[in-house]
Nanobody, 125 residues
Framework: QVQLVESGGGLVQAGGSLRLSCAAS????????MGWFRQAPGKEREFVAA????????YYADSVKGRFTISRDNAKNTVYLQMNSLKPEDTAVYYC??????????????????WGQGTQVTVSS
């Protein structure tokens, strides 16, 4: 029902910043809770951040707290991930995901109903 397209990835030096965007199709973006996940080579996909339908509530993995900020603009059908103070261990493919649910945990991959194709973030040391 919704298609997600990530953008904004790239190569950045440690300590630098990137802002990822996830554009959603359709007119019902505000119906979804949104999340960001990442997956490094040889590792499992891991939770990064999530945001409620109205943007009031946000959730972060401990590894990114204080450095990353998730936000959304429902009028633009877009969710963002502002990444500051990037570290080499942040290197991964970053995925945007949408959840139709109301009570499931946004920390888990299995909760989400739709996924984007990902955007590569590479942080050099």
């Amino acid at each position: 029902q919704v298609q997600l397209v990530e953008s904004g990835g790239g190569l950045v030096q440690a300590g630098g910043s990137l802002r990822l965007s996830c554009a959603a199709s359709g007119r019902t973006f505000s119906m979804y809770r949104m999340g960001w996940f990442r997956q490094a080579p040889g590792k499992e996909r891991e939770f990064v951040a999530a945001i409620s339908r109205n943007g009031v509530s946000t959730y972060y993995a401990d590894s990114v707290k204080g450095r990353f900020t998730i936000s959304r603009d429902n009028a633009k059908n877009t969710v963002y991930l502002q990444m500051n103070s990037l570290k080499p261990e942040d290197t991964a493919v970053y995925y945007c995901a949408a959840d139709e649910g109301w009570s499931g945990s946004l920390y888990y991959v299995g909760e989400y109903d739709y996924w984007g194709q990902g955007t590569q973030v590479t942080v050099s040391s």
